[in-house]
C-alpha cells in the first residue's frame, strides 16, 4: 500500500524555521516526482512546491520563493521542505503528495498523505 | 481567490445525478489536462479523476469527467451519501507556470 506521512509541524514564531518531513512507502520513491501543497481555510489548496526525482529540477511558488527549501533523500524514501523566514500567511496544512512521472512540470497529484498542521504565531 | 472558479456549494438527493463546473481560461483549463480531488471531511483530497475524464482504479464509474474549451465539469450519477465531501478542480496554468485550483464545491447529500 502506497503511504506518505508528514511529521515536522507545530507551532513557530513569525520569522522562525521549521522543517517538514514526508517518509514515503509502498511504491519506488526514486522513480516520482514529488510535490508539498498546503491548504488553508481562507485560500483552499495552493501548490507550493516541487522536486523530480532524482532531486535534480525543482518548483517553488511565487509566494514561498527565497524562504521553503524542498530537498529528497532517496536512500531513505524521504522528501523534505525547510520552512525559513515564516509569516503567519504560511499558517496551513501542508500535504506532502506523490507524483505520476519522474518530472514535476504538469505532473499530476497521484496520492496524498495525511497533512502536518502548521502555524506561525506569536 | 482562486483561478479556478466553481460553485461554492452543489445538492443532490440519493440517486441523482449532479454536475460540477469548473472554469478557467486558454493558459490553464484551455490548453491543459484537468484533475479533479475528492476530500471527505477530516481527510486529505483523493485522486477522483485525471487527464480530464480518466478514473484511477477504485474510482466508481458514477464519476466522470469531461472538459469544453476553458470550461470542465465532473458528473456524479447515483449519488449516495458518502459522496458527501468537498469537490476541487485542478489544471497547470502556463502563465503561472504551477498548478491552480478551483476554490472547492461542497456536495451536500440530502
Known amino acids: 500500500e502506497v503511504q506518505l506521512v508528514e511529521s515536522g509541524g507545530g507551532l513557530v514564531q513569525p520569522g522562525g524555521s521549521l522543517r517538514l518531513s514526508c517518509l514515503a512507502s509502498?511504491?519506488?520513491?526514486?522513480?516520482?516526482?514529488m510535490h508539498w501543497v498546503r491548504q488553508t481555510p481562507g485560500k483552499g489548496l495552493e501548490y507550493v512546491s516541487a522536486?523530480?526525482?532524482?532531486?535534480?529540477?525543482?518548483y517553488y511558488a511565487d509566494s514561498v520563493k527565497g524562504g521553503f527549501t524542498i530537498s529528497r533523500d532517496n536512500s531513505k524514501n524521504t522528501l523534505f521542505l525547510q520552512m525559513s523566514s515564516l509569516r503567519a500567511e504560511d499558517t496551513a496544512v501542508y500535504y506532502c503528495?506523490?507524483?505520476?512521472?519522474?518530472?514535476?512540470?504538469?505532473?499530476?497529484?497521484?496520492?496524498w498523505g495525511q497533512g502536518t498542521m502548521v502555524t506561525v504565531s506569536s | 481567490q482562486s483561478v479556478l472558479t466553481q460553485p461554492p456549494s452543489a445538492s443532490g438527493t440519493p440517486g441523482q445525478r449532479v454536475t460540477i463546473s469548473c472554469s478557467g481560461s486558454?493558459?490553464?483549463?484551455?490548453?491543459?489536462?484537468v484533475y479533479w480531488y475528492q476530500q471527505l471531511p477530516g481527510t486529505a483530497p483523493k485522486l477522483l479523476i485525471y487527464?480530464?475524464?480518466q478514473r484511477p482504479s477504485g474510482v466508481p464509474d458514477r464519476f466522470s469527467g469531461s472538459k469544453s474549451g476553458t470550461s470542465a465539469s465532473l458528473a456524479i450519477s447515483g449519488l449516495r451519501s458518502e459522496d458527501e465531501a468537498d469537490y476541487y478542480c485542478?489544471?497547470?496554468?502556463?502563465?503561472?507556470?504551477?498548478?491552480?485550483f478551483g476554490g472547492g464545491t461542497k456536495l451536500t447529500v440530502l
Open positions: 503528495v506523490k507524483g505520476y512521472s519522474s518530472s514535476w512540470y504538469k505532473d499530476a497529484f497521484d496520492i
Open positions: 509502498g511504491f519506488t520513491f526514486s522513480t516520482y516526482a
Open positions: 522536486i523530480s526525482s532524482n532531486g535534480g529540477s525543482t
Open positions: 486558454n493558459s490553464n483549463i484551455g490548453s491543459n489536462y
Open positions: 487527464r480530464n475524464n
Open positions: 485542478a489544471a497547470w496554468d502556463d502563465s503561472l507556470s504551477g498548478v491552480v
